[in-house]
């Protein structure tokens, strides 16, 4: 697979050769829970407005808000500053729908991500953030948008040879397809074992050091 990173390198005029080496997720403490219900989604990020868009992900929601489970509930959680979210969630009605706190123990963020029925991001910019694979490592599929390197794991258009359906990608800035994946994605049948089988086979310890022991030994026989 070739990474968004290593074409920006080759636009750079960094002919050099590469390899792509995914982001290691702890399987073992990012594990499949029964998810909640009524159901909650679940943000976590910097909470940086000015990469992640959270009021853009408040106000998509809220568009869709009448389409989408009775009682459904967005938590935002982040090592930011939540009262601007909060301001936002209240400006539009929806203090009784979405959560806005800071930062919690890693332990929690599996606890929390592993009973969601989903995962959202609506960023302007990422590389591939590890929240994607650590929610795909407890079962959990993802919405996200088609920045940096997510579309490298997170197709747009997922073909039937790129694993299991965990969840949609969509233009940054594009609140209307923002709703209507997120209503598709918590509408799909999934199949929480063979998304983690996807992290664990992509981002696990042993698949991240695999992937480095080949480059290694490349290097040497080189």
């Known amino acids: ?68 489970p009775p009682a459904i509930h967005l938590d935002i959680i982040g090592d930011g500053d939540p009262a601007p979210h909060a301001m936002t969630a209240a400006s539009l009605g929806l203090e009784h729908r979405v959560s806005c706190s800071g930062e919690i123990p890693l332990n929690e963020v599996a606890e929390r991500m592993g009973r969601a029925s989903a995962v959202l991001l609506f960023s ?58 997120l209503l598709e994605t918590l509408t799909e049948p999934l199949d929480q074992l063979a998304i983690r089988s996807y992290a664990e086979q992509h981002f696990s310890v042993a698949a991240v050091a695999t992937a480095y022991l080949q480059v290694y030994k490349e290097l040497i026989d080189g």
């Open 1 to 68: 697979m070739l990474g968004t990173l290593r074409f920006c390198l080759l636009d750079f005029g960094i002919h050099a050769n590469q390899t792509t080496v995914s982001n290691v997720v702890n399987t073992e403490l990012f594990s499949i829970r029964e998810t909640t219900s009524p159901p909650r989604l679940l943000h976590i990020s910097s909470l940086m407005d000015d990469q992640k868009n959270i009021t853009g992900l408040i106000r998509a929601f809220a568009a869709c808000l009448d389409q989408l």
């Open 124 to 181: 302007r910019y990422e590389n591939f953030p590890c929240v994607i694979p650590e929610a795909w490592s407890t079962g959990t599929p993802v919405v996200a948008t088609d920045v940096g390197g997510i579309a490298e794991h997170l197709p747009k258009f997922q073909a039937a040879d790129s694993g299991p359906f965990r969840g949609s990608c969509v233009p940054s800035e594009d609140e209307a397809r923002f709703g209507r994946a």
